[in-house]
């Protein structure tokens, strides 16, 4: 058993070097490009979009041998749940003050508007459940990490999750460019409403952040990206809630069924319980002058940026080996109809943020102040 076990191990060790220097090269070009080519202080590309990119390139230029197949799974399993379990360390529930409980109702009428509809226009298309939920979930709440999250437990195919993600990236990317002129034009006059319009519509964080610094660029209201950059925590946060409902939503109901009767806690894996656990230790931690009366403030937020560090780079190295074995042959066998599925997905969730804010934002702010 342990001889197989590290036979195993030296069998995953090409595969995870290749997707960990896919990564690190990944992280390096996104930052040139944001910074050197768009000119943003800041880059507003996503690493994660940028390994999944650049590992597809490898994987469609390059015939990989089959050595790399033992690493290249393992990344894409273990790598990416245990990525997913610490990125629980981001999400406070005291850190976004009064605007989350401002937020939280526009952010869940189109979380609940997105992933209603898309499944029902997935279903009217033909299109597979994993593969609608993929692009729902991608779209409503935070792009690849919710795409990444939900996988697992909708046993999405590999390619399924590469051409999710590159869905809500190319929308996601004319989003960024195209909401802070949108934005401005509706609610000159009150750029928190545009900052809260970013935050429901955009699909990524880094592209949220992107947007935000846009709008405080062009039209000087640096409270745009401060209500924006909230408004996202708040969709980010609903992974906690939302990421084992899909797992009932976006399965077959005769693979549910043949499970026992403790079907739905079984449909939770231990990654989803761990991201629960790590966002209840941050938002404990924060309590206080000291964390958990033991710790000093400063040195708890050190421990924090290190955890949070450590996901993101877990999870670049996922994304690079899922990159790696989403081979364009096989997207191209999905066909059109998703990439019309994830079009309709973002405007819909887009226009939904914008009519209900337009409508109901003042009067919900009114409330709260």
């Known amino acids: 058993m342990e001889i197989s076990r590290n036979k195993l191990c030296v069998k995953s060790i090409p595969g995870f070097a290749l997707a960990t220097i896919v990564s690190f090269l990944a992280s390096i070009l996104a930052v040139w490009l944001g910074e050197n080519i ?7 590309i996503s690493e ?21 197949g033992s690493g290249l799974k393992f990344c894409t399993s273990f790598i990416l749940r245990f990525g997913i379990m610490l990125l629980g360390i981001r999400l406070s529930l005291f850190s ?23 499944r029902f226009l997935g279903k009217k298309m033909n299109l597979s459940l994993q593969l609608t939920g993929l692009i729902a979930i991608g779209t409503s709440i935070c792009g690849a990490t919710a795409i990444v999250a939900a996988a697992p437990i909708i046993k999405a195919k590999e390619t399924e999750v590469g051409y999710a ?20 034009f509706l609610f000159s006059d009150k750029p928190e409403l545009a900052g809260l319009f970013l935050g429901v519509s955009i699909h990524e964080t880094a592209q949220v952040a992107g947007a935000g610094m846009m709008y405080q660029t062009q039209y000087n209201a640096p409270i745009a990206l401060d209500y924006a950059t909230v408004t996202k925590l708040v969709r980010n946060l609903c992974m906690i809630a939302i990421i084992p409902i899909i ?27 761990g991201f629960t656990a790590m966002s209840a230790i941050r938002s404990l931690g924060d309590i206080g002058d000291k964390a ?29 080996a899922i990159g790696l074995t989403t081979l364009f042959s096989g997207m191209k066998k999905i066909g059109i109809k998703p990439f019309i599925l994830g079009l309709f997905a973002a405007v819909l969730v887009g226009m939904t943020g914008l009519i209900t804010i337009y409508f109901f934002a003042d009067g919900v702010i009114s409330f709260f102040e």
């Open 48 to 68: 994660i979009m940028m390994a999944i990119i650049l590992g597809m390139l490898v994987a469609n230029t390059i015939d990989l041998p089959d050595y790399f």
């Open 96 to 118: 976004a003050g009064k605007f989350t409980l401002i937020a939280i109702p526009f952010v869940l009428i189109a979380i609940t508007v997105g992933l209603l509809v898309v």
């Open 38 to 44: 768009l000119g943003f202080e800041k880059s507003p």
């Open 165 to 184: 993600i590159a869905c809500i990236t190319i929308f996601g990317i004319v989003a960024m460019f195209s909401y802070p002129i949108l934005g401005n």
């Open 292 to 320: 958990f009366m033991l710790i000093e403030k400063e040195q708890w937020l050190q421990i924090v940026s290190i955890i949070k560090l450590t996901a993101e780079k877990f999870l670049l190295v996922a994304m690079s």
């Open 247 to 273: 797992g009932v939503i976006f399965t077959d109901r005769n693979q549910n069924m043949n499970n026992s009767e403790h079907s739905w806690i079984r449909m939770i894996p231990w990654f989803i319980f």
